[in-house]
């Protein structure tokens, strides 16, 4: 199993720009987290899908920020226009159960 | 509301020597406990979680955690660290179904 993938792992993009950040579940797994984490702020969820439904995204700081799960095993977040605030490693984690979350090694996002 | 708190944010330790990293919970139901650990430009590892049963939790490359009802707490311990160790520790509470609360995090400098 190779885990949670996240690409890329490395963004840097003009700001007005848009982004977007791309993550595979493991098999099995039917529930999908994307967070954020900055200094300031730590870890932060965005949004939630389980059976590929967004189920709860109250995290979701803005309109420019959406997220899809066009199937079971993949997910994408995007960002337009983006914004310098938005720089931050966004994580994407994927669960099966009660058992705790299985995250990807993020992508690192810097927008000048 | 369930909530962490992670009463360091940096503890310095020498190789070798024991390590205790403190977390205790805000909760009136039943909780579900985790430490994940963050080494450097990575996404995050499960080290080990607390479901229920046996209060002493044993989990991956030597740590252990105890859950203690009564004092709300769930520390993260190590007899002997190596300067692999060196990384970030984050305890989570999860707050319903789905959702886990992180806490801030404790970065953790092991050296020779």
């Known amino acids: 199993d190779a885990g949670v993938i996240q690409s890329p792992r490395h963004e840097v993009t003009e700001m007005g720009q848009e982004v977007t950040l791309r993550c595979k579940l493991i098999s099995g797994h039917n529930s999908l987290f994307w967070y954020r984490q900055t200094m300031m702020r730590g870890l932060e969820l965005l949004i939630y899908?389980?059976?590929?439904?967004?189920?709860?995204d109250s995290g979701m700081p803005e309109d420019r920020f959406s997220a899809k799960m066009p199937n079971a095993s993949f997910s994408t977040l995007k960002i337009q226009p983006s914004e310098p605030r938005d720089s931050a490693v966004y994580f994407c984690?994927?669960?099966?159960?009660?058992?705790?979350?299985?995250f990807g090694s993020g992508t690192r996002l810097t927008v000048v | 509301a369930q909530s962490v708190t992670q009463l360091d944010s940096q503890v310095p330790v020498f190789e070798e020597a024991p390590v205790e990293l403190r977390c205790n919970y805000s909760?009136?139901?039943?909780?579900?406990l985790f430490w994940y650990v963050q080494y450097p430009n990575q996404g995050l590892q499960l080290l080990l979680k607390?479901?229920?049963?046996?209060?002493l939790v044993k989990g991956i490359n030597g740590f252990e955690a105890e859950f203690n009802k009564s004092q709300t707490s769930f520390h993260l311990r190590k007899p002997s660290v190596h300067i692999s160790d060196t990384a970030e520790y984050f305890c989570?509470?999860?707050?319903?179904?789905?959702?886990?609360?992180f806490g801030a995090g404790t970065t953790v400098t092991v050296r020779a």
């Open positions: 607390y479901l229920s049963g046996s209060t």
């Open positions: 899908f389980n059976n590929n439904v967004p189920i709860d």
């Open positions: 909760s009136s139901v039943s909780v579900y």
């Open positions: 989570a509470v999860r707050i319903n179904d789905y959702k886990l609360s």
């Open positions: 984690a994927s669960s099966s159960g009660a058992g705790g979350y299985t």
